[in-house]
């Protein structure tokens, strides 16, 4: 029967986007759209920010709620200039100094500049709240994932950032538009599933299950590593940039994969350091009693 399924899926048409009855936007008034980007946008960040007062208000936070509040600011323009900016210096260098580098409706964020957006964020509010920074950093990194899978259905939502001819028959393949009549995998989806949803879900539980939070670094080196590794090998299912295409012949790595790379080894560095020291707080282990 099984044999039987994966035969006829086999041999089934790509599924057309176009025929999903998708579009960019949720509504529109007049020349307004509310676009799913835009919103993924305010949710992430939102749903970020309520489960960051949760999780502040367990034993051993190392922050308040006006700390919170603060971060809930400042990470957000870090996630929209760093993003911007990233997306300028590390794939499309000629927006800078023409006026599309300020034109975010047309496209075109960086993850990883928007995580250095976020560090510069956290570094600012750690320096004036006087805040241990790597801990406040595993605070921010647990609730990234799920807003970045929200990010990546918008993608998909949008028929963009599709992913490379399928090479063999997969049942799922898609045509976009844009990507001509070829069959390609919805990469889209792939990140949101492998980056988004299993990391995240991997991340909160860690977090409320078991006293990872008592590490310092151990959950951001954890959310580093599992984002540098899920970018790495869905980028090998991702279409590259039309100007960055060469980069993948020249080297046989996409722009996306070589800046995973380093990603992957500072958060293997920070894991390690953070097993290395003893936990903090309330995370310390009781000392035995002595035997009479």
Known sequence: MLSLLAATAAASDPIQWAELGLRPYLFEIGSFQLRYYSLAYLLGILLAYWHLSK????????????????????????????????YAAFYQPELFGGIELFQ???????????????LIAISWVAWRGNLNWLRVCD?????????????????????????????SDVAW????????????????????????????????????KTRARYRAGLLVGLFTVGMGVGRFVNEFF?????????RVVETGLSQGQWLSIPMIAVGVIVVIYSLLRPPVGGGKTAPKPQAA
């Open 238 to 246: 991702r279409e590259p940039d039309a100007h960055l295409a060469h």
């Open 173 to 208: 393949a898609m045509v976009f538009p844009g990507g001509g009549d070829i069959a390609r995998h919805p990469s889209q989806l792939y990140q949101a599933g492998l980056e988004g949803l299993l990391l995240g879900v991997l991340l909160i539980a860690l977090f409320w």
């Open 139 to 167: 605070y921010i990194a647990v609730n990234v994932p799920l807003a970045y899978m929200l990010g990546r259905i918008a993608n998909f939502i949008n028929g963009e950032l599709y992913g490379r001819p399928v090479e």
């Open 104 to 118: 975010l409706w047309n496209g075109g964020m960086s993850f990883h500049g928007g995580v250095i957006g976020v």
């Open 55 to 86: 999780m502040i208000k367990a034993p051993g936070a190392p922050m308040a709620q006006r700390h919170a509040d603060d971060l809930f600011f400042y990470c957000t323009l870090g996630v929209i200039i760093g993003g911007r900016l990233g």
